[in-house]
């Protein structure tokens, strides 16, 4: 049993047995968790599969042979859910599921229910490449890691490109929008459609003190943080143009305002505003998803100082898009409904989307498949 | 509870608490493990941490407040190590530790315990860039995913760079070398330390039947396969020239004999034994790193047929080294044994390393390590 346990060698792994099959998922959409655990005396299921994609808690029954097992009485909508279950008030991931995503400090176990059109899923499109790359910031003083995307084609086209930075939330990295927000494979998916331009992605680490995701900077495989970084000096968004020069060093990009946009959700929906603004020449397209626009502490930095002035500025260069989505339960609603009131007040044109649902993945990869394909036309 | 369990926000996961601390690693080298689960029995744990890096299970002790823990009796050696735990006899991994690694249908958990020239941590060097890149075969009939892995500098140094081909065993894919083989942090620190020339390293997919490692094709989240792959037709052997032309026409590759290794373990080192004697002008240096190197059936296809003459072709073509190593427990070792009286038979040159221990990845880094050095010089 030890040897069999240990799966470090491609034989005997081979010889490993699963706990069994789970999750299911019945041809007319529903799912079912199952476990075997004759020992264990109460059994749940934890996620975001409820009715409307809502957090939910299901009782496991246990039936024949100590297999725990739940069916969801409904139908699911396509979509991408996480789950892991409760046995005996441990939390644990399903071990018959090898596919799970790390969100800060939890690993949780993912499924997708496909669908028509289904942008999540890694379809049989062409694929574009994508790379952890490190390049140098003198301002943050070490070398940090990327997540960058090419489209199927960049390798051979010659032509130039443009580039979407797409900056992840708190507790993010440079990991986050490719995995729990499958930003790589809604962008190959958009792309075969022809329903958004071959385009570039950046996902930057956007944790001013941070090199690089836990477990991949020289600080070992150490616990990822479970406390909100306090690293919002402005010394991000003053580093963020040796980012921009890097890329267009190193990939072939259309150097221009016109051919960048800069996103992102939450934290990074807060860097896009205040970097957008800071360097209004830099980038033509601007995304704030459920982004934190309050009015940052100005005794912090220069960056956070004179916020209506250099909105200002930003609007009389006229950036093609400025594009704001929020969901109606996110606890930053009220701050968005301000920032929005600012900008009326002063008459800047932005595109607003109000969303269901609160502060989770789920919008904002609806977010991202709506705001693409506006880019770069 | 429920909104809490499911990770999915950001904001949400931050707020979520970990099991406990574990693995916890002493100054001196002793690890310890821990899981609070207060309704549990008996929880054991399960891995290659025992002495020498034997497989082990080791009972845990239950303590105050339900807490189980084990430490290890004695220091364990610099290497990255394997566990999960079993309690009441389901195979769970450990909940505190987001660190997991697949080997084919299971996930465990690792640590590394760090020691002098550590080669598997990410350490403070520079850093090469590793990509997922798709490339056609219209001889297997379908795109495929390769892992490659640049050198630091490969982006604005303008030069060519030397090549390794690094193959995976059966039930491995373009994963498995830069996850469970740690393959890129050992290029880059043989590279910083001056020990290893700077390369581009080639991870291709070995099952001629598949386009990507599971989660990555278009056959959505599969369970992964359990059984051993039939796809030893020939037809991947066949197909590698399609890999190297892609190689040279998207990189700047030393187009040439001497500018092109090609190793791999297991079933890689099959293919590695297969491919450099079907194509004898290709690869300057070969490594089989504990290799199915026995005869295949040759009525199969006409890439098993005619070994002898094959690899006497090969070898008056002169390899500039062809490099075998083996443990002492493999269950291939009888097989090597005879392959390696073959060459001696016909007086090939090749260089042997014999190792404690059978079939594991520990072994297979340490032959990478030790390979790596004797290339492009």
Known sequence: MSLAATGLSAQQALREKANTTSPELSADGHVTFRLIAPAATQVSVNGDFGIGGANTSAAMTRTDGGVWEYTTPYA???????????????????????????????LSNIFIVPGDGDLYSVNDVPHGTVSKIWYSSPTLGFDRRLTVYTPAGYETSGRRYPVLYLLHGMGGDE???SELGRATQILDNLIASGKAEPMILVMPNGNASQQAAPGESHHGLVVPQTRLPRNNKGTYE???????????????????????????????????????????DMFGYVGLFSAAVRNM???????????????????????????????????????????????????????????????????WRDYLVLFVPQLFK
């Open 76 to 106: 699911l909508a396509p979509e991408l859910y996480s789950y892991s279950f409760m046995v005996d008030s441990v939390r644990f991931n399903d071990p018959s599921n090898v596919y799970q995503l790390r969100d800060i400090s939890t």
């Open 175 to 177: 990991n986050a929008w």
């Open 297 to 363: 502490d100005t005794t912090i930095s220069d960056v956070y100082k004179d916020l209506d002035a250099k909105l200002a500025r930003q609007f009389k260069a006229e950036p093609k898009l400025y594009w704001i989505a929020i969901g109606k339960d996110d606890f930053l609603y009220k701050e968005n409904v301000a920032f929005r009131q600012k900008l009326d007040a002063a008459g800047y044109p932005y595109i607003y989307h109000e969303s269901d649902g609160g502060h989770i993945w789920r919008n």
């Open 238 to 280: 003053e580093s963020f143009p040796e980012i921009v020069s890097f890329i267009d060093r190193t990939y072939r990009t259309v150097v221009a305002k016109e051919g960048r946009a800069i996103a992102g959700l939450s934290m990074g929906g807060m860097h896009s505003m205040q970097i957008s603004k800071e360097y209004p």
